[in-house]
């Protein structure tokens, strides 16, 4: 089964628009973590934010939050007030506390901010 | 920016040749992994590193294998290239290993196998 589970490949969103990319996870471990990455075009990997499995508030950074729904094991990246600049490939990923050597990485979203 | 350098950024080379890939940090981080991306797999572990000389397998090492003689610098080598090997190699680094832990990455080498 797939650890991390991104279901949408491309979104599109206007300028200084909020939008939201979903991913939903799989584990059965109580203690994880949750990160959000930006791949621009010019290839780099950035990290953007990250939530504990025990954290009881969203993360928040800057522009960028967390939807952290722990039941429905779900961690939704939320951009504000979107900007060209936000156009990139954004990966969720989770570390387990078993084997917490790996990052698992989903699929991916390709996000389009439309001027 | 996390201090991380790979080498080469781009390299194409024939099937059956051997090649290494370099990851050079300046952080001083114990822990050093090599993923690759692909479309439609996101990016999956190869091998990591816990310390200098102390290498583990990731969740695609078959044809790989990685060495890690200094704390800075972790290789990648394939052995004999494939075609099924063409990919984007990341390295990632980090400080420890645990679950809240976020990886840093490499800017990233372009291996095409012809």
């Known amino acids: 089964a797939q650890k991390i589970t991104q279901t949408q490949p491309g979104m599109f969103v206007q300028e200084k628009e909020a939008v939201t990319l979903d991913c939903t996870y799989d584990?059965?471990?109580?203690?994880?973590?949750l990160f959000w990455y930006k791949q621009p075009s010019s290839g780099e990997m950035i990290f953007l934010i990250y939530?504990?499995?025990?954290?009881?508030q969203n993360a928040t950074e800057g522009r960028y939050s967390l939807n952290f729904q722990k039941a429905r094991k779900s961690a939704n990246l939320v951009i504000s007030a979107s900007q060209l600049g936000d156009s990139a490939m954004y990966f969720c990923a989770m570390r387990e506390m078993t084997g917490a050597n790996n990052l698992f990485f989903g699929t991916g979203t390709r996000l389009t901010v439309i001027p | 920016d996390a201090g991380i350098t790979q080498s080469p950024r781009h390299k194409v080379t024939e099937t059956g040749t051997p090649v290494t890939l370099r990851c050079h940090q300046t952080e001083n981080h114990r822990y050093m992994y090599w993923y690759r991306q692909d479309p439609g797999h996101g990016l999956r572990l190869i091998h990591y590193?816990?310390?200098?000389?102390?290498?583990d397998k990731g969740e695609v090492s078959d044809g790989y294998s990685v060495s890690r003689s200094k704390t800075e610098d972790f290789l990648l080598t394939l052995e004999s290239a494939t075609s099924s090997q063409t990919s984007v190699y990341f390295c990632?680094?980090?400080?420890?290993?645990?679950?809240?832990?976020?990886?840093?990455f490499g800017q990233g080498t372009r291996l095409t196998v012809v």
């Open positions: 939530q504990g499995s025990y954290d009881e």
């Open positions: 990632a680094i980090s400080e420890v290993y645990r679950e809240w832990t976020e990886a840093f």
């Open positions: 590193s816990y310390g200098v000389k102390d290498t």
């Open positions: 584990t059965s471990d109580q203690s994880y973590g």
